[in-house]
């Protein structure tokens, strides 16, 4: 069964400090790893899509990274705008199925 | 831009009530998605079309059925609702060759 586990659940920066967070995922034949930004009572914003291993992708503030196993989303130099909830979803088999993850809800302090 | 619209953003409706849940995307796409969200489950798939007419089941789609008439409009059929469908409804689309889903607002239903 294709699983996606976000870490942590939530994370405090201060505004300046950098972080990641992690996204481990297991599935057989991963066909996309997809970042979406959700803020409350919002649908999910789409960020990031990473294909294969070693891939990386940049936005602003944000960097994602893949790896066989895992995805890191950098986040540098946040600002109190980024404060959001970042869900991270894989695609695998032969159809466009996302399985996402719970999310890390990030709350950036001035 | 991809836009896709949901009909309501909130909704409150009684036990045993039949609920309809509309969505429309812009983009001409040939896949259409209903999620449920809720806290400590994450998304969970409902149902999904990849053509007019077409549909297939998502991993909850209990107590759940879908329409699509049209190529733009996707909508999700509460036949009968229950308190514990009380969540937030999303809405995504996506094209045929591409993979990402683009989402709408939500619609957060209270069923009492």
């Not at chain 1, 599935?27 to 294969?52: A, C, H, I, M, N």
């Not at chain 2, 149902?47 to 733009?72: A, C, L, N, T």
């Amino acid at each position: 069964e294709d699983q996606v586990t976000q870490s942590p659940e939530a994370l405090r920066l201060q505004e300046g400090e950098s972080s990641s967070l992690n996204c481990s995922y297991t599935v057989s034949g991963l066909r996309g790893l997809f970042w979406y930004r959700q803020d409350p009572g919002k649908g999910p914003e789409f960020l990031f899509t990473l294909y294969s291993a070693g891939e990386e992708k940049e936005k602003e503030r944000l960097k994602a990274t893949l790896t066989k196993k895992e995805s890191f989303l950098h986040i540098t130099a946040p600002k109190p705008e980024d404060s959001a909830t970042y869900l991270c979803a894989v695609q695998a088999g032969g159809f466009q199925k996302l399985v996402f993850g719970t999310g890390t809800r990030l709350l950036v302090s001035p | 831009d991809v836009k896709v619209t949901q009909s309501s953003r909130y909704l409150v409706k009684r036990t045993g009530e039949k609920v309809f849940l509309e969505c429309v995307q812009d983009m001409d796409h040939e896949n259409m998605f209903w999620y449920r969200q809720d806290p400590g489950l994450g998304l969970r798939l409902i149902y999904f079309s990849y053509d007019v007419k077409m549909k297939e089941k998502g991993d909850i789609p209990e107590g759940y059925s879908v329409s699509r008439e049209k190529k733009e409009r996707f909508s999700l059929i509460l036949e009968s609702a229950s308190t514990n469908q009380t969540s937030m409804y999303l809405c995504a689309s996506s094209s045929g060759q591409g993979r990402t889903q683009y989402f709408g607002p939500g619609t957060r239903l209270l069923v009492l």
